[in-house]
Nanobody
Framework: QVQLVESGGGLVQPGGSLRLSCAAS????????WTWYRQAPGKQRELVAR???????????TYAGAVKGRFTISRDNAKNTVYLQMNSLKVEDTAVYYC?????WGQGTQVTVSS
């Protein structure tokens, strides 16, 4: 069975930073794309960032326009973990963030950006 455990959310002031992590068990993470989504109250779930299967010589990432340049997705295959580094956070980044891999979802972690 695949299980994902998310952590790193919390309350931060505008302009601050957080790093989310998502640790997987039951899979070899290097075989899969990883995706971060978020959902704010009253809004559709949206893709935040995606990192392709890690290959020996290349990888690829995708970011939503709203977070491009501020967020960075990365992975540590030895730890079966994916990260989302979030810098220059804005109030509109407030949402529950979910990681997804191999059709399995993490439990979500709340990110609240507020003064």
């Amino acid at each position: 069975q695949v299980q994902l455990v998310e952590s790193g959310g919390g309350l931060v002031q505008p302009g601050g930073s957080l790093r989310l992590s998502c640790a997987a068990s039951g899979i070899i993470s290097s075989n899969y794309d990883w995706t971060w989504y978020r959902q704010a109250p009253g809004k559709q779930r949206e893709l935040v960032a995606r990192i392709n299967r890690l290959r020996m010589l290349a990888s690829a990432t995708t970011y939503a326009g709203a977070v491009k340049g501020r967020f960075t997705i990365s992975r540590d295959n030895a730890k079966n973990t994916v990260y989302l580094q979030m810098n220059s956070l804005k109030v509109e980044d407030t949402a529950v963030y979910y990681c997804q891999v191999a059709d399995t979802w993490g439990q979500g972690t709340q990110v609240t950006v507020s003064s």
